[in-house]
Nanobody, 127 residues
Framework: QVQLVESGGGLVQAGGSLRLSCAAS????????MGWFRQAPGKEREFVASISSNGRGTSSADSVKGRFTISRDNAKNTVYLGMASLKPEDTAVYYC????????????????????WGQGTQVTVSS
């Protein structure tokens, strides 16, 4: 059974930091593009960051550039999202996702490219 399990969410004050983890199981994800998306109440899901299968290519939304960092450890089948200088508008449920069958440098902002999704972890930033 393929699973992506996010952890590390919680309540933090504005300006604080969190590190989300996404542990994959059920198959090898080392050849997949991995991404983070988020959905705030009443809003559509939006792209946050993506990382290529070799870990050397990354892409992030303008709203989080310079504050969020995506990384991965293929040996552990885990992808991370480091979040710093958090703002109340970062409050959302954060989802990790995997897109199989991509080249080593490929990243994607399009959620339709992602086949596997986690259940999400809540991040709440208080002002």
């Amino acid at each position: 059974q393929v699973q992506l399990v996010e952890s590390g969410g919680g309540l933090v004050q504005a300006g604080g930091s969190l590190r989300l983890s996404c542990a994959a199981s059920g198959r090898t994800f080392s050849s997949d593009v991995m991404g983070w998306f988020r959905q705030a109440p009443g809003k559509e899901r939006e792209f946050v960051a993506s990382i290529s299968s070799n870990g050397r290519g990354t892409s992030s939304a303008d709203s989080v550039k310079g504050r969020f960092t995506i990384s991965r450890d293929n040996a552990k089948n885990t992808v991370y999202l480091g979040m710093a200088s958090l703002k109340p508008e970062d409050t959302a449920v954060y989802y990790c996702a995997a897109a199989p069958g991509s080249g080593p440098w490929y990243t994607s902002r399009d959620d339709s490219n992602y086949r596997y999704w986690g259940q999400g972890t809540q991040v709440t930033v208080s002002s």
